[in-house]
């Protein structure tokens, strides 16, 4: 099935994601994310921001929710892509399953974040996992800072990593953090053979 995407389309609901972001309750020890889950013809089959309907809400599950509970069957998600304001978690400490899993067992096979976990609560890695899993993952570098401000309370303490690690609940510096080089789309084809557009990532 041929999807509607473009970086004109990306740049749009990955903004849409940003914008969810902002309704988050605040929080002093979770990121404020928001997601956008959009189906082949553009229409939105789900939509959802941290913490919105319960505190151990991730805004990915609460989009995955809605669209399941609207009726998204595996095929429809397979040609939709989830846009999330940061990348989706490989681990997490509110509930077993992490929003990496969840994307890659609904069927979706196409994601658009706005930049990569640091690892502060826990360590990323969403992305490597759900393209391990066959999921295209992009990154539009250029909206990363709008999607960080909403969390600038949170990514201060990056700032000081070492005075952090003594009590066991600071982030713990990584110095192999991947870093998202702002560079310059790629057009390529993904493993399901759509056209999808991917930023240099390391
Ligand atoms: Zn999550």
Same mark, same amino acid.
């Given at each position: 099935?041929?999807?509607?995407?473009?970086?004109?389309?990306?740049?749009?609901?990955?903004?849409?994601? +940003? $914008?969810?972001?902002?309704?988050?309750?605040?929080?002093? %020890?979770?990121?404020?994310? $928001?997601?956008?889950?959009? $189906?082949?013809?553009?229409?939105?089959?789900?939509?959802?921001?941290? #913490?919105?309907?319960?505190?151990?809400?991730?805004?990915?599950? &609460?989009?995955?929710?809605?669209?399941?509970?609207?009726?998204?069957?595996?095929?429809?998600? =397979?040609?939709? %892509?989830?846009?999330? !304001?940061?990348?989706?978690?490989?681990?997490? =400490?509110?509930?077993?399953?992490?929003?990496?899993?969840? +994307?890659?067992?609904?069927?979706? #096979?196409?994601? &658009?974040?706005?930049?990569?976990?640091?690892? +502060?609560?826990?360590?990323?890695?969403?992305? /490597?996992?759900?393209?391990?899993?066959?999921?295209? &993952?992009?990154?539009?570098?250029?909206?990363?800072?709008?999607?960080?401000?909403?969390?600038?309370?949170?990514?201060?303490?990056?700032?000081?990593?070492? =005075?952090?690690?003594?009590?066991?609940?600071?982030?713990?510096?990584?110095?192999?953090?991947? /870093?998202?080089?702002?560079?310059?789309?790629? !057009?390529? %084809?993904?493993?399901? $053979?759509?056209?999808?557009?991917?930023?240099?990532?390391?």
């Amino acid at each position: 099935m041929a999807q509607l995407t473009s970086p004109e389309a990306d740049r749009h609901w990955l903004l849409e994601a +940003i $914008g969810l972001s902002r309704q988050c309750p605040p929080s002093a %020890t979770a990121f404020s994310v $928001g997601a956008v889950l959009v $189906g082949p013809d553009g229409t939105v089959l789900g939509y959802g921001y941290s #913490r919105e309907l319960d505190p151990a809400d991730h805004a990915e599950e &609460v989009a995955l929710a809605r669209a399941a509970s609207a009726g998204a069957d595996p095929g429809l998600l =397979a040609g939709s %892509t989830l846009y999330s !304001s940061l990348e989706p978690c490989a681990a997490r =400490a509110s509930r077993p399953v992490p929003c990496a899993d969840l +994307i890659v067992s609904s069927g979706i #096979r196409r994601v &658009v974040i706005a930049w990569r976990e640091p690892p +502060i609560f826990v360590p990323g890695g969403g992305a /490597v996992r759900m393209r391990r899993a066959g999921v295209a &993952v992009a990154v539009v570098p250029e909206l990363a800072a709008a999607a960080k401000a909403i969390n600038a309370h949170l990514l201060a303490d990056l700032a000081v990593p070492a =005075a952090r690690q003594h009590d066991g609940r600071g982030p713990r510096w990584c110095p192999d953090w991947p /870093v998202i080089r702002s560079g310059t789309h790629t !057009s390529v %084809t993904s493993l399901t $053979g759509w056209p999808v557009t991917v930023a240099t990532v390391r």
